[in-house]
């Protein structure tokens, strides 16, 4: 038997994240970084704090080291992020983000927020924050991770 009520609800909560993630990323590409893809910020979002190894980059996005080199030579590439010695271990590498990097983190903080003024328009700042309440309650911890 199934469970309507359950499946409406998981059907909205993946609209509205993908609706999330590419209203971001319009937000990011009208601010001048045409050249990245949604992917790229699940994982400037991981390099953002203070910066991550290939292998803690694969972990957040749940890919292979392969996919995570790849994705790091693309934004390095892009002038996005730079390799640098790692502080506490001589054999690694840690990809830390550029100022442009920054800028394009700033750009999709920017954009988040116009989303949610939005959505606080729709629905009252109350119900907005209730929102976030009760999503920071039932969301696993860890790492955001792309529906690839």
Request: proline share 5%; net charge negative.
């Amino acid at each position: 038997m199934y469970n309507s009520e359950a499946m409406a609800l998981s059907a909205a909560l993946l609209a509205v994240a993908g609706d999330l993630t590419q209203r971001i990323h319009d937000g990011v590409t009208a601010r001048g970084f045409a050249d990245l893809r949604p992917a790229h910020g699940f994982a400037f979002a991981r390099l953002a704090p203070d910066g991550a190894t290939v292998t803690d980059l694969a972990a957040h996005l749940g890919v292979t080291k392969q996919a995570a080199s790849q994705l790091v030579d693309e934004i390095v590439r892009k002038g996005y992020a730079e390799r640098r010695p790692h502080p506490q271990d001589a054999r690694a590498r840690l990809v830390v983000l550029t100022e442009r990097g920054w800028a394009c983190t700033r750009a999709a903080e920017e954009a988040a927020a116009e989303v949610v003024e939005g959505w606080a328009a729709l629905l009252g700042q109350g119900e907005v924050c209730a929102l976030g309440e009760c999503l920071a309650r039932i969301a696993p911890y860890g790492p955001i991770k792309p529906a690839w």
